[in-house]
């Protein structure tokens, strides 16, 4: 079973751009989440999606945004950058995304806002 | 809102010693924690996980213990390998909501 894949694995972007990152869950998982990590803050919960709607979403501004799309596959744009979204963009993906279930992780896109 | 923090950025531990790594939260209303594990260049990876309803969960060389009372969580590794090396973090979830709390990561280095 391939596990969670995520597209590209790097971006470099200037000030200013939009960007939009790609996710493709393991087969069979309905629900898809995005996390932020940057040094020291840990995963910071962005979204989640399940069966193309947003159950959930996290304290970040509206330039974030994502969908899901029939076959589960997500994405995730930002717009407008600022250097301060320079960060690892994790996508997580689980069967049903309920609380007592494990989340498979893809490698993530380093996205460096220059 | 920090509600899941790992106090303690690095630990060093000699091989075949106990690591034990610690994570406090603030939400009483949680009720699943899970650890992962996370290698350079390379996602997450589930370890071993509690629920509320339970103190103690172990796996192999690993064991995580939850004190509710405290609202603390640790877990430990015995005993600790060169491959153990990796960030930690713990994370915490609530019934019927669809996200994880992750702490910052602890940055585990096993010596040989």
Same mark, same amino acid.
């Given at each position: 079973?391939?596990?969670?894949?995520?597209?590209?694995?790097?971006?470099?972007?200037?000030?200013?751009?939009?960007?939009?990152?790609?996710?493709?869950?393991?087969?069979?998982?309905?629900?898809?989440?995005?996390?932020?990590?940057?040094?020291?803050?840990?995963?910071?919960?962005?979204?989640?999606?399940?069966?193309?709607?947003?159950?959930?979403?996290?304290?970040?501004?509206?330039?974030?945004?994502?969908?899901?799309?029939?076959?589960?596959?997500?994405?995730?744009?930002?717009?407008?950058?600022?250097?301060?979204?320079?960060?690892?963009?994790?996508?997580?993906?689980?069967?049903?995304?309920?609380?007592?279930?494990?989340?498979?992780?893809?490698?993530?896109?380093?996205?460096?806002?220059? | 809102?920090?509600?899941?923090?790992?106090?303690?950025?690095?630990?060093?531990?000699?091989?075949?010693?106990?690591?034990?790594?610690?994570?406090?939260?603030?939400?009483?209303?949680?009720?699943?924690?899970?650890?992962?594990?996370?290698?350079?260049?390379?996602?997450?990876? !589930?370890?071993?996980?509690?629920?509320?309803?339970?103190? *103690?969960?172990?796996? &192999?060389?690993? $064991?995580?213990?939850?004190? /509710?009372?405290?609202?603390?969580?640790?877990?430990?590794?015995?005993?600790?390998?060169?491959?153990?090396?990796?960030?930690? !973090?713990?994370?915490?979830?609530?019934?019927?909501?669809? *996200?994880?709390?992750? &702490?910052?990561? $602890?940055?585990?280095?096993? /010596?040989?």
């Amino acid at each position: 079973k391939a596990g969670v894949t995520q597209t590209p694995r790097y971006l470099i972007k200037t000030r200013g751009q939009q960007v939009t990152l790609s996710c493709s869950p393991i087969s069979g998982h309905r629900s898809v989440s995005w996390y932020q990590q940057t040094p020291g803050q840990g995963l910071q919960f962005l979204f989640e999606y399940f069966s193309e709607t947003q159950r959930n979403k996290g304290n970040f501004p509206g330039r974030f945004s994502g969908r899901q799309f029939s076959n589960s596959r997500s994405e995730m744009n930002v717009s407008t950058l600022e250097l301060g979204d320079s960060a690892l963009y994790l996508c997580a993906s689980s069967l049903q995304g309920a609380a007592n279930e494990k989340l498979f992780f893809g490698s993530g896109t380093q996205l460096s806002v220059l | 809102d920090q509600q899941v923090k790992q106090n303690s950025p690095s630990l060093s531990v000699q091989e075949g010693r106990i690591s034990i790594l610690n994570c406090d939260y603030t939400n009483s209303m949680f009720d699943y924690f899970l650890w992962y594990k996370k290698y350079p260049a390379e996602g997450p990876t !589930f370890l071993i996980s509690i629920s509320s309803i339970k103190d *103690k969960n172990e796996d &192999g060389r690993f $064991t995580v213990f939850l004190n /509710k009372s405290a609202k603390h969580l640790s877990l430990h590794i015995v005993p600790s390998q060169p491959g153990d090396s990796a960030v930690y !973090f713990c994370a915490a979830s609530r019934y019927n909501f669809n *996200k994880f709390y992750f &702490g910052s990561g $602890t940055k585990l280095n096993v /010596k040989p």
